[in-house]
């Protein structure tokens, strides 16, 4: 239901139902902390990549592309 | 189109296209697939290719498709469904309660604060190859491309309560994850 919060896709009933859930739950409401928080770096995952095909991987693609002729 | 000119291009967009795909996959063998596949359909259909977008961005369409199937065939092997419990008895007691051993810790830091360690982002990318391929295919729709839920079922060919469950079941797993490899080791 906190996934469903997040994009905006809940019902007043599940409004009213994950509120009251929240005010129990210290749990979730650390669950849903954290989540935001991953969630918020998971772009940054793909920006800070230096992630890199080596030499023998780029040519072993092009004799690949050669030899589909 | 001559071989000179299929070295240029992969080397020219050869990381950009993998380091596009690795995390959306993360698997280093299928986003290298996934790349080869990329440049060969490129190559054969070079005459199409009118020269209205740039080089870079018709590759990389057509690699977001190839990613798309890919998270398509992902879905058609997906034999889990939302009937398999025992994945959620490890994180969830009978009761639908956090259980003991799974339940989250408070890490101690800003929750608003962003993290720049690169070493982070390479525990995020582990982290996220534990998931079953079909968990982070919804994952990385919803996270690296923000699809809304609707788009992603019907990609995906899910039902939305299939789509809340592995949504769910991927953050659960991942938070857990972070949670051991980085926040509290």
């Known amino acids: 239901m906190i996934s469903k919060k997040e994009e905006g896709k809940i019902s007043f009933i599940e409004r009213i139902q994950l509120w009251q859930h929240l005010l129990i739950c210290s749990l979730c409401k650390l669950f849903m902390k954290q989540n935001k928080l991953i969630a918020s770096l998971i772009p940054e995952a793909e920006k800070k990549s230096v992630a890199s095909l080596s030499d023998k991987e780029k040519q072993q693609i092009v004799d690949a592309i050669s030899n589909a002729n | ?185």
């Open chain 2, 1 to 185: 189109m001559h071989e000179l000119n299929i070295s240029q291009w992969v080397n020219e967009y050869g990381d950009q296209l993998y380091r596009y795909a690795l995390p959306r996959v993360s698997d280093s063998e299928i986003a290298k697939d996934l790349v080869q596949d990329t440049f060969l359909a490129a190559w054969r259909n070079v005459d199409k290719y009118k020269g209205e977008a740039s080089e870079k961005n018709w590759l990389f369409t057509i690699l977001k498709n190839k990613i798309i199937d890919y998270y398509r065939k992902a879905s058609t092997r997906n034999e889990e469904r939302i009937s398999d419990v025992n994945e959620d008895a490890y994180y969830f007691n009978d009761d639908g309660h956090w259980s003991e051993k799974a339940a989250p810790n408070d890490w101690g830091v800003d929750y608003n604060e962003p993290i720049n360690q690169k070493e982070f982002y390479e525990i995020v990318e582990k982290c996220k190859k534990k998931l079953k391929e079909i968990q982070n295919a919804v994952f990385s729709m919803k996270y690296l491309e923000g699809y809304e839920s609707e788009e992603i079922c019907k990609e995906l060919n899910i039902t939305p309560s299939n789509y809340w469950v592995l949504l769910h079941r991927a953050k659960v797993q991942l938070r857990a994850c972070l949670e051991k490899n980085w926040f509290i080791q």
